[in-house]
């Protein structure tokens, strides 16, 4: 063996999911469990879960470092997890590779929304969303977005990517690695020989209760029948079951036993007379535990699903195959093996065979390590995030400074006002409009005509901001054509030269309150946050208009009327008095609150909660509407 | 160090009619049930090229074979649908030399700009630098470029895209500048600039040219690789930028 020169440290594996030890157990944690302690000489391992139970963390399990982000429960099979998404993105630096097990949604809106980038991902694909088939069209769209960006995709069966659809598309990168186990576990313990019971009549299956397991049906098909059923694992169905078992009478029959230590399960396996494995959905892809029970030597009854599951063990060879939900069909063929002992003899040994030689533990860690191997030595950016991720933001904005600065000195060519040109209309709107103002309330107007500048310059300035982005990307096709610039420069730009116009047109509000109001500074500084707020939603509103604009031309006649129903339904020119405070368009329109922030503190030196919470909402609305426009943004260059 | 590759890249190229640019449309095929997806043609279909530093790969074909795209594709203008796209190093795409030039500034000014987009911090040096290769009067760097004749504007934009090395350069032709006078010293200039940068592209129709100055062509056709040749004394480049500089 020649040592490897360059990597002293072995490389680290991020495993993401939503639960594990000790929360909960099951087939995928035993695989993440097996992967992590197989692997554990190549790749170090880390495990980042969500957890109910809110204990620590930060725990050990076997060895691996699992942290744990604490979860309010189950929506929709998801633990509400807020913070995993956040902890997740933080966490990816630290690993050298990342490890998803799908289905998990909370993690795709992480991948999905293009974080993560810089670190390779491998998917290990455990099931479709199969439960909750009326999100599909949400979740799906994420899901295909991290497949698109992952190295490899991992399932445990051939048959998964033909089945799948959304495998199907990525069946280029999908490597089918049978899970595995290790037989030797399951040796009988030396005295017991002859393992068939000749007048066996115990039916074992495992699993958690869940609907998808098809314990219901298993039960309904203890009914009139001899043999006991000893049902192993815990869940939600759990009262179900009980009250479906004593409906049916059959209480000294089919027993729940509840959860069961590894160690018992091994025994567990071996007395048994035949495992059965009822899952009725797609759900189940593998099985894990019908593969235990083969290595422990038992005959299977499993299901025909479009899954793994009919492959692992194979009708007439390891298995008995019926339909999923037909408790008549499970019951017949539970029956056949319990009647024929030299059958059920003679499937134990195939199974068994099988499980060793098909399912080795060894093969299925060698498989996945050449994978992750593989991933992790792809080169570091899989997919250019963007043009902005490879010029750097810093950049970005510097070139957008720039260009909006070149744009202002161009209004200063061949004109020696430039925009002051256009800081005169506006001083000649408010002196119109306050003059007509004046006659129509009975109040100063002379005082309100600094508000009445500053209003009309930060409209202007949101105005412009919304109006030149429709256009801008159109206006620079050439520079983000040719020259490769991130598209999000050119609407950046508009908004730096619109805001370096607004400070031009700043001059009239600014000399007319030092004309006409006594100085006082205290409203300005308590109106700066909600300027700050105000701006903030320009440039956001800006962002996500342009871009859709330029997407969809036939908006830019609804944005452009949409904006000026917003401003005449607002109070910029009118005042609330004027107005009697109690128009309801007025209130819903975000203009109202948008204004109302910064305007009220710079008057009466306070501000409505109401305006404030309006305006956060919409912050964070276009926050995340802009964050999913700067990831579309990187086919802005097909739209123009 | 500067590094390409491309494993399995195809593109999708949507084709958006008059009609798919409406909203008001596709709201309401969705309505009706009857939304069809926008067409795309494969502009690059399942194309993988590997380049590391030193690799001057020409790219040759018909018109609509998929050269310029490429070349967009590995600047990072149009996303890959499917495939690997690994990039390492800083790209300078001179696929139009005109992009981003305002005619109503001074010349100097257009170069500072030019220099602000392509992300580096003008100083009066660089850009005295640059005006002496144009060979231009000193006092026309105070003209705005609407004054300048095509030949002249040409020199100026040239001098100002081939100032700085890259580490990877893509050429959508070779940069030519139709002046007589000028035309030896902008050859030489943008020998020098492929023979500095650690990998080029060039996109060409001129198959002598690109014999002569590549060291692997790729030969594309409706977005496929239709063979790579590799040209046998690709050293020549050297010998006659050595030759022109005597």
Redesign the interface.
């Known amino acids: 063996m020649i040592p490897s020169l360059h990597s002293a440290r072995r490389p680290s594996v991020l495993h993401i999911f939503k639960v594990y030890y000790p929360d909960l157990f099951g087939g995928t944690l035993s695989v993440i469990r097996d992967i992590c302690a197989g692997l554990k000489d190549m790749f170090s391992a880390g495990v980042l879960v969500c957890s109910k139970s809110g204990g620590k963390s930060r725990i050990v399990v076997n060895d691996v470092a699992v942290e744990r982000v604490r979860s309010f429960g189950d929506v929709l099979s998801l633990p509400a997890a807020p913070a995993y998404p956040l902890r997740l993105w933080r966490r990816i630096a630290e690993h050298d590779l990342l490890a998803l097990h799908a289905p998990f949604p909370l993690a795709d809106l992480v991948f999905a929304l293009g974080f993560g980038r810089s670190r390779p991902l491998v998917v290990h694909w455990h099931a479709d969303i199969v439960s909750h088939a009326a999100l599909r069209p949400f979740i799906e769209p994420l899901m295909r977005r991290t497949l698109r960006r992952a190295e490899a995709i991992i399932v445990s069966d051939p048959v998964l990517i033909q089945n799948t659809p959304l495998l199907r598309e990525f069946a280029d990168k999908c490597h089918a690695v049978p899970f595995g186990i290790d037989v030797a576990k399951y040796d009988p313990p030396a005295p017991r020989l002859d393992r068939v019971n000749a007048r066996g009549r115990l039916v074992l299956a495992c699993g958690r209760l869940v609907p998808y397991k098809g314990f219901d049906v298993l039960v309904r098909a203890a009914f009139g029948q001899s043999f006991e059923v000893w049902i192993v694992g815990e869940g939600r169905e759990r009262e179900r079951l009980e009250q479906l078992i004593e409906n049916l009478g059959l209480q000294d029959r089919v027993r729940l036993l509840g959860s069961v230590p590894e160690s018992d399960r091994i025994k567990l396996m071996g007395i048994a007379d035949v495992f059965v494995m009822p899952s009725v959905t797609n759900a189940e892809t593998f099985g894990l535990v019908q593969l235990e029970a083969m290595a422990a030597g038992r005959p299977v009854v499993n299901t025909s699903l479009d899954t793994g599951v009919p492959q692992v063990a194979r009708h007439g060879i390891e298995a008995i195959t019926v339909p999923p939900g037909d408790p008549d069909k499970l019951a017949e063929a539970i029956n056949t093996l319990i009647a024929d002992p030299e059958r059920r003899r003679r499937m134990g040994e195939a199974a068994r065979q099988r499980a060793a030689t098909k399912y080795s533990a060894a093969a299925f860690c060698k498989g996945i390590e050449k994978i992750y191997r593989e991933a992790a030595a792809a080169p570091a950016p899989a997919v250019r995030a963007s043009r902005a991720a490879a010029i750097g933001w810093p950049a970005t904005i510097q070139i957008a400074a720039a260009l909006a600065w070149s744009d202002m000195r161009h209004r200063y060519v061949r004109s020696l006002l430039g925009p002051f040109w256009m800081s005169i209309q506006m001083a000649i709107m408010v002196a119109v409009l306050g003059s007509v103002i004046g006659h129509l309330s009975n109040a100063n107007a002379v005082a309100r005509l600094p508000m009445l500048a500053l209003s009309l310059t930060a409209w202007t300035f949101l105005n412009s901001v919304v109006l030149d982005a429709t256009t801008a990307l159109q206006n620079s096709a050439s520079l983000i054509k040719d020259r490769a610039l991130p598209p999000v420069v050119f609407l950046l730009q508009c908004v730096f030269r619109q805001a370096l116009f607004a400070l031009h047109n700043a001059s009239v509000p600014l000399i007319l309150w030092l004309v006409l109001v006594p100085k006082e500074f205290g409203g300005a500084i308590a109106a700066l946050p909600g300027f700050a707020l105000f701006v903030v939603c320009t440039l956001g509103l800006g962002l996500v208009l342009g871009a859709l604009a330029t997407r969809y031309r036939d908006l830019k006649p609804i944005i452009e009327s949409g904006l000026m129903l917003a401003f005449l339904s607002s109070p910029i020119i009118w005042s609330t008095e004027m107005l009697n405070h109690a128009s309801t368009v007025m209130q819903l329109n975000p203009l109202t609150h948008l204004f109302a922030i910064w305007r009220e503190p710079l008057a009466t030196g306070h501000v409505a909660m109401s305006s404030v919470s309006y305006v956060l909402a919409v912050v964070s609305v276009l926050a995340v509407a802009s964050v999913i426009t700067i990831a579309r943004l990187r086919k802005a260059a097909f739209w123009i | 160090m500067a590094?390409i590759?491309l494993r399995?890249v195809c593109l999708d190229?949507?084709l958006?009619g008059a009609y798919d640019?409406?909203?008001?449309?596709?709201l309401l095929g969705r309505l009706a049930g009857a939304s069809t997806p926008t067409p795309t043609i494969r502009a690059i279909d399942n194309i993988s090229i590997e380049a590391s530093a030193g690799a001057r790969i020409g790219l040759a074909g018909p018109n609509g074979s998929g050269k310029s795209t490429l070349l967009?594709l590995i600047?990072?203008?149009?996303?890959?649908s499917?495939g690997?796209?690994?990039?390492?190093g800083n790209?300078v795409?001179l696929?139009?030399l005109?992009?981003?030039v305002?005619m109503?500034?001074v010349a100097a000014?257009n170069i500072s700009?030019l220099l602000?987009?392509?992300?580096r911090k003008p100083t009066p040096a660089m850009i005295d630098e640059i005006w002496a290769f144009t060979e231009l009067e000193e006092r026309m760097q105070r003209l705005?470029l609407r004054m300048f004749s095509s030949g002249m504007l040409m020199r100026v934009l040239f001098a100002t895209a081939t100032a700085f090395p890259a580490d990877i350069l893509l050429l959508d032709e070779w940069l030519s500048v139709v002046d007589e006078n000028f035309s030896a010293k902008a050859e030489q200039r943008l020998l020098k600039l492929v023979s500095q940068a650690a990998i080029v592209i060039i996109a060409s129709h001129d198959h002598d040219l690109l014999r002569r100055t590549c060291t692997s062509i790729v030969h594309l056709d409706r977005g496929r690789i239709v063979n790579t040749v590799y040209p046998e004394i690709h050293s020549a480049y050297p010998f006659e930028l050595r030759e022109k500089r005597a």
């Open positions: 590094s590759i399995d190229y949507p958006y640019f409406s909203l008001k449309r596709r967009r600047a990072g203008v149009y996303p890959a499917s690997h796209v690994g990039i390492t790209i795409p696929l139009g005109n992009a981003g305002n109503d500034f000014e700009l602000r987009i392509s992300g705005p």
